[in-house]
Protein backbone atom coordinates (compact mmCIF):
# COMPACT_ATOMS: atom_id res chain seq x y z
CA UNK A 1 0.00 0.00 0.00
CA UNK A 2 1.41 3.27 -0.76
CA UNK A 3 -0.14 6.90 -1.08
CA UNK A 4 1.75 9.91 -2.48
CA UNK A 5 1.09 13.12 -1.98
CA UNK A 6 1.98 16.46 -4.03
CA UNK A 7 0.95 19.77 -4.99
CA UNK A 8 2.07 21.46 -2.17
CA UNK A 9 3.91 24.62 -1.97
CA UNK A 10 5.09 28.44 -0.93
CA UNK A 11 1.59 30.53 -2.56
CA UNK A 12 0.10 34.20 -0.80
CA UNK A 13 -2.75 34.59 0.79
CA UNK A 14 -6.01 34.24 -1.41
CA UNK A 15 -3.84 31.84 -4.09
CA UNK A 16 -4.81 28.46 -4.60
CA UNK A 17 -3.00 24.89 -4.79
CA UNK A 18 -4.60 21.51 -6.16
CA UNK A 19 -3.11 18.43 -3.82
CA UNK A 20 -2.90 15.14 -5.78
CA UNK A 21 -2.37 11.98 -3.92
CA UNK A 22 -1.68 8.88 -6.05
CA UNK A 23 -2.90 5.02 -4.55
CA UNK A 24 -0.96 2.58 -5.06
CA UNK A 25 -0.96 -1.07 -4.28
CA UNK A 26 -4.61 -1.75 -3.55
CA UNK A 27 -8.14 -1.63 -4.99
CA UNK A 28 -8.31 2.63 -4.34
CA UNK A 29 -12.09 2.25 -5.64
CA UNK A 30 -12.99 0.34 -2.41
CA UNK A 31 -11.69 2.47 0.13
CA UNK A 32 -13.29 6.13 1.86
CA UNK A 33 -10.40 8.74 1.07
CA UNK A 34 -9.27 11.85 4.04
CA UNK A 35 -7.28 14.57 3.64
CA UNK A 36 -5.62 15.33 7.41
CA UNK A 37 -3.48 18.29 7.97
CA UNK A 38 -1.45 19.12 10.74
CA UNK A 39 -0.44 22.71 11.20
CA UNK A 40 2.98 23.71 13.42
CA UNK A 41 2.88 22.66 16.75
CA UNK A 42 -0.42 21.61 16.31
CA UNK A 43 -2.33 17.51 16.01
CA UNK A 44 -4.31 16.21 13.46
CA UNK A 45 -7.25 18.16 11.92
CA UNK A 46 -9.08 16.17 9.74
CA UNK A 47 -10.04 18.64 6.38
CA UNK A 48 -12.23 16.62 4.68
CA UNK A 49 -13.69 13.59 2.97
CA UNK A 50 -15.06 11.43 0.10
CA UNK A 51 -16.38 7.87 0.25
CA UNK A 52 -15.35 5.21 -2.25
CA UNK A 53 -17.81 5.99 -5.28
CA UNK A 54 -17.32 9.86 -5.26
CA UNK A 55 -20.12 10.97 -2.86
CA UNK A 56 -20.96 11.30 1.05
CA UNK A 57 -18.03 14.71 0.44
CA UNK A 58 -17.89 16.21 4.16
CA UNK A 59 -15.91 19.23 4.86
CA UNK A 60 -14.44 20.71 8.67
CA UNK A 61 -16.30 24.19 8.59
CA UNK A 62 -12.73 25.95 7.98
CA UNK A 63 -12.86 25.53 4.60
CA UNK A 64 -16.04 24.91 3.54
CA UNK A 65 -16.62 27.14 0.41
CA UNK A 66 -13.15 27.04 -0.33
CA UNK A 67 -11.94 23.63 -0.92
CA UNK A 68 -13.09 21.15 -2.72
CA UNK A 69 -12.08 17.40 -2.48
CA UNK A 70 -12.23 14.80 -5.79
CA UNK A 71 -10.97 11.71 -6.51
CA UNK A 72 -10.78 9.96 -10.11
CA UNK A 73 -10.90 6.11 -9.81
CA UNK A 74 -9.65 5.51 -12.62
CA UNK A 75 -6.44 7.31 -12.25
CA UNK A 76 -6.21 5.68 -8.72
CA UNK A 77 -5.81 9.18 -7.46
CA UNK A 78 -7.54 11.81 -5.05
CA UNK A 79 -7.18 15.32 -4.99
CA UNK A 80 -7.73 18.52 -2.65
CA UNK A 81 -8.51 21.90 -4.81
CA UNK A 82 -7.81 25.04 -2.63
CA UNK A 83 -8.74 28.34 -2.94
CA UNK A 84 -8.80 31.69 -1.16
CA UNK A 85 -6.02 30.15 0.88
CA UNK A 86 -5.40 31.93 4.56
CA UNK A 87 -2.58 31.76 6.76
CA UNK A 88 -3.98 29.62 8.67
CA UNK A 89 -4.20 26.66 6.68
CA UNK A 90 -0.76 26.65 6.51
CA UNK A 91 0.08 22.88 7.62
CA UNK A 92 1.29 19.38 6.24
CA UNK A 93 -1.62 17.68 4.33
CA UNK A 94 -1.75 13.83 4.24
CA UNK A 95 -4.41 11.94 2.50
CA UNK A 96 -5.12 8.68 4.32
CA UNK A 97 -7.73 5.74 3.76
CA UNK A 98 -10.33 3.90 5.51
CA UNK A 99 -12.12 0.78 4.77
CA UNK A 100 -16.21 1.82 5.50
CA UNK A 101 -16.56 3.88 9.09
CA UNK A 102 -13.04 1.60 10.25
CA UNK A 103 -10.16 4.13 11.50
CA UNK A 104 -7.92 4.92 8.90
CA UNK A 105 -4.84 2.27 8.05
CA UNK A 106 -3.06 3.99 5.42
CA UNK A 107 -1.12 7.15 5.24
CA UNK A 108 1.15 9.34 2.74
CA UNK A 109 4.19 10.97 4.04
CA UNK A 110 2.74 14.72 3.44
CA UNK A 111 3.14 17.46 1.12
CA UNK A 112 3.19 21.00 2.89
CA UNK A 113 1.70 23.86 2.17
CA UNK A 114 2.61 27.32 3.32
CA UNK A 115 0.71 30.17 2.67
CA UNK A 116 2.57 33.47 3.50
CA UNK A 117 3.08 37.08 2.14
Known amino acids: VQLVESGGGLVQPGGSLRLSCTAS????????MSWVRQAPGKGLEWVSEINSGGGGIDYTDSVKGRFTISRDNTKNTLYLQMNNLKPEDTALYYCARRWAELPYDSWGQGTQVTVSS
Open 25 to 32: GFTFSYYH
